[in-house]
Structure formats: C-alpha cells, structure tokens
C-alpha cells in the first residue's frame, strides 16, 4: 500500500498532497485544512498543536468522514505531515453491512483500548455531525 499524507505549514495551510487524499485535499492546496475538512477543527487541532508545542509525533485514532484513520502528525518547526492510515469503513449499505462495520471498528478501538500506549500515542474517537 502507498503511503497516503499531507503537509501543513505553520497556518494550517495544505502545502502537499500524497496518495489516496489527493482527489479530496489537492484542490485545497495553498487553503486551510480546516476549509477543507469541515467540522474537523476540534477533532484534529488539539493533536496538531500538542505535536507542534512537544516537537515529538503524536499518534491518535479517529473517526472522521465515515473512516475509522489512524493518524501520526510529525513535526518539523511550524511545518506537520501528516500520515493518514485507513482502518475501518462504516458502510451503511444495508443493515447487515452496517453491523458489521460497526464490530470491526468496535473490534480495532477494543485492541487499542487494551494494549499499552506508547509516550506518542493518544487514541480518540469523536464522531461529528
């Protein structure tokens, strides 16, 4: 699988587009990722200030836009790349469908609820409107 991220400058601004984000992120390069992830801002901004003001990568889990992602945000000075890995899809295709995206997001929270977090990681799952 290629890697997928994107880069933000110092103003959250989308700088590059990497991978699967391409069609959804590219045409807001040179925009902010809050313009082009609406209602993301209080799922997403505290990590990216926390790896900003530690200058160490944070790693967290959220559900966003119907994707369960694992996220790992490096910093570099004011600069964040941010590496997105796909986990989980809610399909709500049918009942059936939907019940069983449920139980392996359910299932990848569990596994992570029950292993030991590194002094990087920080899992969270906020699902918004």
């Given at each position: 699988?290629?890697?997928?991220?994107?880069?933000l400058?110092?103003e959250d601004?989308?700088t590059?587009?990497?991978g699967?984000?391409?069609a959804?992120?590219?045409?807001?390069v040179g925009?902010s990722?809050w313009?082009?992830?609406?209602?993301a801002?209080?799922?997403?901004?505290?990590h990216?200030?926390?790896?900003?003001?530690?200058g160490?990568e944070?790693?967290?889990t959220?559900?966003y836009e119907?994707?369960?992602s694992r996220?790992?945000?490096?910093?570099?000075g004011?600069s964040?790349?941010?590496?997105?890995?796909r986990l989980c899809?809610?399909?709500?295709?049918?009942?059936?469908?939907l019940?069983?995206?449920l139980r392996?997001?359910?299932?990848?929270?569990?596994?992570q609820?029950s292993?030991?977090?590194g002094?990087?990681?920080?899992?969270?799952?906020?699902?918004?409107?």
């Amino acid at each position: 699988m290629s890697e997928t991220y994107f880069v933000l400058d110092g103003e959250d601004r989308i700088t590059r587009v990497v991978g699967s984000l391409k069609a959804t992120l590219g045409p807001f390069v040179g925009h902010s990722i809050w313009e082009a992830s609406p209602n993301a801002e209080p799922l997403f901004s505290a990590h990216f200030a926390r790896a900003r003001t530690t200058g160490e990568e944070v790693e967290f889990t959220a559900f966003y836009e119907g994707w369960l992602s694992r996220r790992r945000v490096v910093p570099a000075g004011d600069s964040l790349t941010v590496v997105v890995t796909r986990l989980c899809e809610l399909d709500v295709r049918t009942l059936g469908s939907l019940s069983e995206s449920l139980r392996s997001i359910e299932a990848e929270l569990a596994g992570q609820a029950s292993g030991q977090p590194g002094p990087r990681a920080h899992g969270s799952l906020q699902a918004l409107p």
